[in-house]
C-alpha cells in the first residue's frame, strides 16, 4: 500500500516512529517549516523521514504548491495519513488517494474539534482525554470515526505531561487503522452533531488569570499553559509575572480579596482568589525579583493588556 504522510509536532514524529517500527514506510513525508520565532521543542519529523531515506518535503501552503501536488501524483498513493500536520488538506489534495485519507486527532471527537484540544481540555478540568482516527472530509474533524481510546488526566498532570502521554499511546491506533484499512475490514460511524464542540486557537493574551475565578479554574489555567506554551500571567504595580506553576493549599481559608498577595516566602506568593487562596510556586517577573512590600496588594483581575 503506497502512502503519503504528512505530520508535524511530537504526535507527527511519534506516528511517524511507529509507522518505520512496524514496517509501514510511507513513499513520501510533508511536514512543516518552523514559523519566525516559534520554539521547536519537539523532535523533526524531517530528521526522522532523512534518517530513514524517505522522500521529504517541507511546506507550509500546500493548497498552492506545484511541488507537493506533483510529488503525491507521482506517488500515486493508496491512503493519505495524517497527524499534527498544521495545515487543511485541501480537497484537490484528498482526492488523490484511492482509499482516501485518515486524520490522528488528540480529542475524542465529536468533542473538542479545532486545535490545542489537549489545552483546552486540562483547562476544562477534564479527567481523561481521548484520541480519534478519523476519515479526513471538507470540514474541520468532522469526518467519520474510525477508531478511539483515551488516556486519564491526573492531578498532577501539566499539559507537558499529557502530551508525552497521549504521544506514546495515540500512535498505536494509528497503526491497527493502517493494518485494517489494507485489507479492507473498516467500521466508519458517522459523528454526531448534536455533541460536538470546537475549540478556536488560542493566543498569549488569553492567558491573563482572572483571580475572581475558583481555585481549581486558576490551578488548570497554569497547568494547561506551562512551558512549552507561552504560559499563564498576571499583572502587579506594572509588573508581568509569568505563572509556570501553582498548588492548591488544603485548608486554606484566609478571608482576602481576590488577587491579593497573603504571602511572599521561599515556597512561593500565596495569592487570594474566588475560593480558596492558591500558591504560585513557580514564576517569573518581567524585571527580576518581585519587591518585598507587594503585600497586601493586588493583582489586576480583567484587563486589556496585551501580551507582547
Known amino acids: 500500500m503506497k502512502i503519503?504522510?504528512?505530520?508535524?509536532?511530537?504526535?507527527?514524529?511519534?506516528?511517524?516512529?511507529?509507522?518505520?517500527?512496524?514496517?509501514?514506510?510511507?513513499?513520501?513525508?510533508?511536514?512543516?517549516i518552523p514559523r519566525n520565532q516559534e520554539i521547536v521543542w519537539y523532535p523533526s519529523v524531517a530528521e526522522l523521514a532523512s534518517s530513514n531515506n524517505i522522500e521529504l518535503i517541507r511546506h507550509n501552503r500546500i493548497d498552492s504548491s506545484e511541488e507537493v501536488i506533483t510529488a503525491i501524483e507521482d506517488v500515486m498513493p493508496d491512503l493519505l495519513v495524517v497527524s499534527s500536520y498544521r495545515n487543511i488538506i485541501p480537497d484537490n489534495i484528498l482526492k488523490l488517494a484511492r482509499l482516501g485519507a485518515i486524520n490522528l486527532h488528540m480529542a475524542p471527537l465529536p468533542k473538542y474539534r479545532g486545535v490545542h484540544p489537549e489545552n483546552w481540555a486540562l483547562i476544562n478540568g477534564e479527567d481523561w482525554m481521548g484520541y480519534t482516527v478519523h476519515y479526513l472530509d471538507s470540514g474541520i474533524d468532522t469526518g467519520d470515526i474510525i477508531a478511539q481510546d483515551r488516556v486519564p488526566i491526573l492531578p498532577e498532570d501539566d499539559i507537558l505531561s499529557l502530551t508525552y502521554k497521549i504521544s506514546e499511546a495515540a500512535p498505536k491506533i494509528l497503526i491497527e487503522v493502517i493494518n485494517d484499512i489494507g485489507v479492507g475490514h473498516i467500521v466508519r460511524k458517522t459523528q454526531d452533531e448534536s455533541q460536538a464542540t470546537y475549540y478556536p486557537p488560542r493566543k498569549p493574551s488569553d492567558g491573563l488569570i482572572d483571580w475572581s475565578m475558583q481555585d481549581t479554574d486558576i490551578q488548570n489555567l497554569i497547568r494547561a499553559l506551562t512551558r512549552p506554551y507561552p504560559g499563564a500571567y498576571t499583572i502587579i504595580s506594572g509588573y508581568k509575572l509569568m505563572v509556570w506553576r501553582s498548588r492548591l493549599v488544603n485548608g486554606a481559608n484566609t478571608i482576602c480579596e481576590p488577587g491579593q498577595i497573603i504571602e511572599l516566602s521561599s515556597s512561593g506568593i500565596l495569592v487570594g482568589t474566588g475560593s480558596k487562596p492558591i500558591l504560585l510556586t513557580d514564576f517569573i517577573c518581567d524585571v527580576g525579583?518581585?519587591?518585598?512590600?507587594?503585600?497586601?496588594?493586588?493583582?489586576?483581575r480583567l484587563t486589556n493588556v496585551k501580551n507582547e
Do not use: A, K, R, W
Open 289 to 300: 525579583e518581585l519587591p518585598d512590600d507587594l503585600i497586601g496588594e493586588t493583582f489586576v
Open 4 to 32: 503519503v504522510f504528512f505530520g508535524n509536532h511530537i504526535y507527527g514524529y511519534c506516528s511517524l516512529t511507529e509507522m518505520i517500527s512496524n514496517q509501514i514506510i510511507p513513499d513520501l513525508v510533508v511536514t512543516n
